[in-house]
């Protein structure tokens, strides 16, 4: 069973960085797109930034500029490195990938745990 383990959450000042990470607990056949979403307290999960074969890279407009997405195809890593943290990055991060475990089987839709980022003074 294929699942998605991030690392790298916790407890930063405003202004400072963290890097998440994600990758996969068993090797898959190929995957087209990995991202990062997050959610804060009472409200809806929302696209942070995202990597895929078809499109590039995309970001949230409220990161743009301040979070970097990057990806290891080859070992299914995907990392979000997140500078210039602001009180409103707050939230729990999940990382999400659409891949193929097996050649066979058709892409599906993964979500890892989730990993708590806070931001505060």
């Excluded at 995202?50 to 949230?60: K, M, N």
């Excluded at 997405?69 to 990382?95: G, H, P, W």
Aim: charged residues 20%; positive net charge.
């Amino acid at each position: 069973q294929v699942q998605l383990v991030e690392s790298g959450g916790g407890f930063v000042q405003p202004g400072g960085s963290l890097r998440l990470s994600c990758t996969a607990s068993v090797s898959i056949f190929d995957h087209n797109a990995m991202g990062w979403y997050r959610q804060a307290p009472g409200k809806q999960r929302e696209l942070v930034a995202l990597i895929s074969d078809g499109r590039g890279t995309e970001y949230a407009d409220s990161v743009k500029g301040r979070f970097t997405i990057s990806r290891d195809s080859s070992k299914t890593i995907v990392d979000l490195q997140m500078n210039s943290l602001k009180s409103e990055d707050t939230a729990v991060y999940y990382c999400n990938a659409h891949l193929r475990p097996y050649s066979w089987q058709p892409y599906v839709n993964f979500w890892g745990r989730g990993t708590q980022v806070t931001v505060s003074s």
